[in-house]
């Protein structure tokens, strides 16, 4: 069973922060990984994908992949409250589907 | 470039009905997946077809079915509702050269 653990929350980061959330995955096989922002109502959004070790940055996001730990991360610089959202990780391997954890929520107070 | 559209958005029915979710993927995208979202289970795969073909299939049961046509729009279908049914349905489009999916706006389904 192909799992992606992710600390629900939620997590709390003043205006102007560092938020980092984290993700491990199971298979150490994945290929590919996503991060995907998805405000409450609404669908997911990309934010990100990485797919080799190290960091990706794209303006305020960095991913940050670890294949040896099977540990993959994001943070997100000068949080903003428009960041607060729930943040999906989804590994995926091959044609085989994406698999999503359950999301951590986050909260940047102003 | 147009999004992923769903169709409807929203939807209430009743146990024991049927429905019929729709999803145009972005133009030039050729997978089509599904996906079901509840507050306790969080995204869970449903299918993805892929020319027409299914290609995956999650552990859903039998009343949950789709299909794609040639111009790469799917249709799930939902067969004897049940209460545990209500959901965000989402859909997801990705092009044959990526594996990044791109989500639709949803449908909400509501069953009485």
């Known amino acids: 069973q192909k799992e992606v653990e992710q600390n629900s929350g939620p997590l709390s980061v003043p205006e102007g922060a560092i938020a980092s959330l984290n993700c491990t995955y199971s298979d150490r096989g994945s290929q590919s990984f996503f991060w995907y922002r998805q405000y409450s109502g609404k669908s997911p959004e990309l934010i990100m994908s990485i797919y080799s070790n190290g960091d990706k940055e794209d303006g305020r996001f960095t991913a940050q992949l670890n294949k040896a730990s099977q540990y993959v991360s994001l943070l997100i610089r000068d949080s903003q409250p428009s960041d607060s959202a729930t943040y999906l990780c989804a590994v995926k391997r091959g044609n085989t589907p994406l698999v999503f954890g359950k999301g951590t929520r986050l909260s940047v107070i102003a | 470039k147009a999004g992923v559209t769903q169709t409807p958005r929203y939807l209430i029915k009743t146990r024991g009905q049927q429905v019929t979710l729709s999803c145009s993927p972005i133009s030039g995208h050729r997978s089509v997946s599904w996906y079901q979202q509840t507050p306790g289970q969080g995204l869970q795969f449903l299918f993805e077809y892929f020319s027409e073909t299914q290609r995956n299939k999650g552990n859903f049961p039998g009343r949950f079915s789709g299909r794609q046509f040639s111009n790469s729009r799917s249709e799930m279908n939902v067969s004897t509702l049940e209460l545990g049914d209500s959901a965000l349905y989402l859909c997801?489009?990705?092009?044959?050269?990526?594996?990044?999916?791109?989500f639709g706006p949803g449908t909400r389904l509501l069953v009485l």
């Open positions: 997801a489009s990705s092009s044959p050269a990526q594996e990044t999916q791109y």
